[in-house]
């Protein structure tokens, strides 16, 4: 089992530019999670999805969109990129809500 | 709202040491409480938990206990390894929620 996987690893983006961070589990988990990670404050939810067809807001979700393409695939949009969108992005996974979450390994983005 | 406060790092020790980190949380009743840890270049990982008060998790040679009369989850290891170097998150959830409340992390060092 891969686990959960996220593409690409790193991106750099200008100002206004958008992009797609993409996010699959192996594990028939029913839901997932977008967090972002900055310097000094631990990961903070972006959105998240209890189920396949549903997706809610978590604590930071204004400038991005989320998709749950069916229930091993869970992406994560930015429609017109902001410096500070600057972060490191961590898709997680867990059987249902009650249960610990996997972290995929992250994907790194810069927006100059 | 509900926060997680951690010690500031990064934390240097040398192999053998004893380490703590501390972790305290304000939060209204009784969350479970979580401690992650993210390897150089990895996701975060599950490293142990506690449910309710009084409960001790462990795992890898850490423990924690939870102490509700001082809104504590400290983090200990008896001995470090330089393959214990990483940074440690703590975190909280409610029970009836599936949102992860984490602290801004501490980075610990371990020199051989």
């Known amino acids: 089992n891969a686990g959960v996987t996220q593409t690409p690893k790193f991106q750099v983006l200008k100002t206004g530019q958008s992009m797609t961070l993409q996010c699959a589990q192996d594990m028939n988990h029913n839901s997932m999670y977008w967090y972002r990670q900055d310097p000094g404050m631990g990961l903070r939810l972006i959105y998240y999805s209890a189920s396949e067809g549903t997706t809610d807001k978590g604590e930071v979700p204004n400038g991005y969109n989320v998709s749950r393409l069916n229930k091993r695939e869970f992406s994560l949009r930015l429609e017109s990129a902001a410096p500070s969108q600057t972060s490191v992005y961590f898709c997680?996974?867990?059987?249902?809500?009650?249960?610990?979450?996997?972290f995929g390994p992250g994907t790194r983005l810069t927006v100059l | 709202g509900d926060s997680v406060t951690q010690m500031e790092g990064p934390v240097t020790l040398s192999e053998e040491a004893f380490l703590t980190i501390n972790c305290t949380y304000t939060a209204t009743g009784y969350p479970s409480l979580f401690w992650y840890v993210q390897y150089p270049g990895e996701g975060l990982q599950l490293l142990l938990k506690a449910t309710k008060a009084d409960d001790k998790g462990s795992n890898k040679g850490f423990e924690a206990t939870y102490r509700k009369e001082t809104t504590s989850f400290h983090l200990e290891k008896g001995s470090v390894q330089v393959s214990d170097s990483a940074v440690y998150f703590c975190?909280?959830?409610?029970?009836?929620?599936?949102?992860?409340?984490f602290g801004g992390g501490t980075r610990v060092l371990v020199k051989p």
């Open positions: 975190a909280l959830r409610w029970a009836a929620g599936n949102k992860l409340t």
């Open positions: 997680a996974s867990g059987r249902d809500w009650e249960n610990e979450q996997f």
